[in-house]
């Protein structure tokens, strides 16, 4: 736990109990501060009473006598309306915040050099994330890697010379983080998404942007239009920047072309690592991924043969491009974390022969956007609310059938797979969906898959790679 020593002696006002809810407000009361903490689930509350926490009804409490209101990352800052504790914290003229902030403020506070990698971005950021986290311990650097992903940020260990820190920041995070001050920044890629939360792309674009403007050096992916507009802007404020990319090739910063990752300065470039072979890197998408996480290593002085090797070991984030086993020529591969079309692009761009699970509560504009990729689909096999919208979209360009649950969709398709005499061929869950309609999160839609998947004895063989 990292205690949060910025408001030692001071009261401080806490909504949304869950679990970085949870973890602020204890490293908050090991830092000195009182806090007052309150959620609208009473079984929450019920819960942080049983740890010793203070917990009242805000609305009845004296917001006078608060310093800050501290906000769970979950609960809307700006739209569709501010939270209504929200209204009452800027009727007493005191901040809005989050754990990034509290975190960020005892990094300075305490041992500002500990280096910080911070990552946000639509898609590609957990992966990001984890690989970063991935090569800095493999090289035997001290690293603790939380936020967004895993561990609540103010659950890892004290800040402390040589430490470093890779957090995933969600835009969110960002909004309540005003002094967010990273090392190196890396903002992966943008498209619409989580638009009930900022009212339209272009403010959700400049929330992410923060990220970026606030570090010492950028990296900003450029395969979009809007970051690479972003990236356009960092350079003209003349701080360290690199431009990465996974789809073009690029005359100064780091980009992948064709499984080779290649670093480029004043119109040269040098091929550096080479990821083919790597499965948990397969795709542009993951070549993007993996310059973002040279550009950061090399950010930090780390050679780059070193990032090379290192590059090699790594396994994967789970949930995404996973692959579950292995029988013969077939792939089964969880993607549950694809919750957007433009996530399940990047895994069907990935493969050229592919069996399609798809499907839950739709996100604005279904699969529409995937009508490139629709060529590489043998067949979809569709499940929850979307499927029959998803049917629509695919009727006349994909064969598909509408399973309805997870399970009877895998069988489905392990069983047509089976019969394919491609070369190469995956059964791929990458939904393009919210989990909601028939699970409680994509997390445990990737159990589910994995659990479907091992159980097709017949099917899955002595090969199995999980």
Known sequence: MIPVTSFHGRHVALFGLGGSGMATARALVAGGARVTVWDDAPARVEAAVS??????????ADWDDFSALVLAPGVPLTHPLPHWTVDRARDAGIEVIGDVEL?????????????????????????TTALIAHLLKTLGYDTQMGGNIGIPVLELEPPAPGRHYVVECSSYQIDLAPTLDATVGIHMNLSPDHLDRHGTLE?????????????????????DRLSAAIADRREMSEKPLWRIAGERELPEGVYSSHGELFEAHDGAQVRVASLAGIDSLRGDHNGQNA????????TLGVPAEKIAEALKSFPGLHHRMEVIARSGRILFVNDSKATNADAAARALASFDRIYWIA??????????????????????????????????????QVPY???????KAVAQAAEDAAKDAAPEMAVL???????????????IRGDAFAKAVRALKMVVTSQEVA
Not at 401 to 407: H, V
Not at 429 to 443: G, I, K, M, V
């Open 359 to 396: 499907g839950g509560r739709a996100k604005a504009g279904g699969i529409a956007p995937l009508e490139e990729s629709f060529p590489r689909i043998a067949k979809a096999y569709l499940i929850g609310e979307a499927a029959q919208d998803f049917a629509g979209t695919l009727q006349g």
């Open 291 to 298: 310059a973002a996480a040279f550009a950061a290593l090399r």
């Open 103 to 127: 975190f960020c403020r005892e990094r300075r506070k305490k041992c500002p050099e500990a280096p910080l990698i911070a990552i946000t971005g639509t898609n590609g950021k957990s992966t």
């Open 203 to 223: 403010h959700y674009a400049a929330i992410k942007e923060r990220l970026v403007q606030g570090s010492e050096t950028a990296v900003v992916g450029v395969d």
């Open 429 to 443: 869950l990458s939904p393009a969906c919210a989990s909601f309609d028939q699970y409680p999160n994509f997390e």
């Open 51 to 60: 740890e010793g926490l203070n917990a009242r009804d805000l609305r009845e």
């Open 401 to 407: 059938e509408i399973s309805g649950t997870l399970d």
